[in-house]
């Protein structure tokens, strides 16, 4: 198994892991479902946005931070502590990283006040994970389906739950475990939001080999990348001490940090990129998706 596929399995294990309350999951041999009666997957090239195709030294640092009824349940019986690590938030704060997190709603119930902590932080964008962090098809890694019919109620109660804690609005939505299909492309959109996964899995999910995150991510991170962690916990225990390499070797290597909404204002306001604005499809920065450009989110 390629270093590659590797790093995107471990991402995607730990949303499945966590979701089955520790329990052994069988999982399939790609991103994609492999048994039962999937729906047709959505493959659209231009439809989810996994990189922003500019020639900067930039990329987004972006975290899921997961919670499902039976992590609730493990965290109140006393199982579990919490589910994310506060050293991975103070680590990010300390080197004034600005960052992406994709917050379920059950996770903003859980956990209002850090919520809002998230909300009111300049270098914070708030993205949509969900409300209970459930696939959108079956057999995603183990994940508990959804269900036909269910996927727009439940994203919508994410929207409002973050909203209505938070104040902000997400714009932009990540599927767990990043399965989806056809019909769910379309079922987003509608509802004003961004399909926004990764290039880069950063391959933190149940890795307590913080080393090979390091070196997973330095050797494939590029310009415009969006790079996925965890939000730590139990789910993602070395996730700390790989970011204290991270950081500072890219920053070594002539890289900065921004938001999502960052690195697609790069593109649309100005930054020389390797494809050119008119040649873009129309699809990656539609008119209701464009970052402003009077205030442009911070690169640092």
Not at 114 to 138: C, I, K, Q
Request: charged share 20%; glycine share 10%.
């Amino acid at each position: 198994m390629s270093r590659r596929r590797f790093g995107t399995r471990l991402f995607l294990i730990a949303c499945a892991v966590a979701a089955a309350g520790g329990l052994g999951l069988l999982l399939g041999s790609s991103l994609s479902p492999s048994r039962g009666e999937p729906r047709e997957e959505a493959r659209p090239s231009s439809a989810i946005l996994t990189r922003v195709p500019i020639s900067a030294k930039v990329v987004a640092l972006t975290f899921d931070f997961d919670m499902t009824p039976g992590m609730l349940f493990r965290m109140q019986s006393g199982e579990v502590e919490a589910w994310y690590d506060p050293t991975v938030l103070h680590v990010l704060r300390q080197e004034r990283i600005p960052y992406t997190i994709f917050i379920t709603g059950l996770a903003t119930l859980t956990y209002p006040d850090l919520a809002r902590s998230f909300a009111h932080d300049r270098l914070v964008e708030l993205g949509n994970h969900s409300h209970r962090h459930f696939a959108f098809t079956p057999d995603c890694f183990g994940l508990p389906f959804i269900g036909e019919g269910r996927a727009q109620e439940d994203i919508e109660t994410a929207q409002q739950t973050i909203q209505r804690i938070t104040g902000v609005t997400p714009r932009y939505f990540r599927f767990p475990g990043g399965c989806l299909g056809a019909g769910d492309v379309a079922i987003v959109n509608n509802l004003g939001l961004r399909i926004v996964h990764w290039d880069v899995a950063a391959g933190d999910a149940f890795n307590p080999d913080a080393d090979s995150i390091i070196h997973y991510v330095g050797d494939r991170a590029r310009p415009g990348s969006i790079i996925a962690f965890h939000l730590g916990g139990p789910n993602a225990p070395a996730t700390a001490d790989a970011l204290r390499a991270i950081i500072p070797s890219l920053r070594a290597h002539g890289y900065k940090f921004t938001t999502v909404t960052g690195l697609l204002s790069l593109l649309e306001c100005g930054a020389k990129g390797p494809v050119g604005r008119r040649s873009l499809p129309f699809s990656l920065t539609p008119a209701a998706w464009k970052a402003p450009c009077r205030d442009k989110p911070p690169v640092l």
